[in-house]
């Protein structure tokens, strides 16, 4: 069920990031709310499934993120509120590949019309 589970993980990514970009461009309250929401089960899923040195990490990040946020005396139900910021910068991170793909392509083709 793991393995099943964790080779399909992109599907529930993807879906979060698409419905982001879609709140970009339609500036939609619901479909902020929609990925904030499922920001949290998405955190936890890839907290699970990451190798121990990001959990590591990802748990000193949230404990001081925890504390910064309790410190700030912010209510609780604004939690998912705050994962949402951080949307741009996923979604930037994730179309590196195609920017790449693309640069290589621009490569080829230059070295394709130099040998003409």
Do not use: C
């Not at 990925?35 to 907290?47: D, G, K, R």
């Not at 990490?57 to 404990?63: P, Q």
């Not at 946020?69 to 590196?96: E, G, K």
Request: aromatic letters at 16%.
């Amino acid at each position: 069920m793991k393995q099943w589970l964790s080779d399909r993980l992109f599907i529930l990514y993807s879906i979060v990031l698409a419905l982001y970009l879609f709140h970009v461009f339609l500036d939609n309250s619901y479909l902020e709310w929609t990925v904030e929401i499922l920001a949290v089960p998405t955190l936890l899923i890839s907290f699970y499934y990451a190798t121990r040195l990001f959990q590591v990490l990802g748990g000193l990040f949230l404990a001081a993120g925890s504390l910064m946020f309790l410190s700030a005396d912010t209510p609780v139900h604004a939690f998912p509120l705050d994962l949402i910021s951080n949307m741009n910068l996923l979604v930037f991170l994730s179309m590196l590949p195609w920017i790449n793909s693309a640069a290589y392509i621009g490569f080829v083709m230059r070295r394709v019309l130099k040998g003409l």
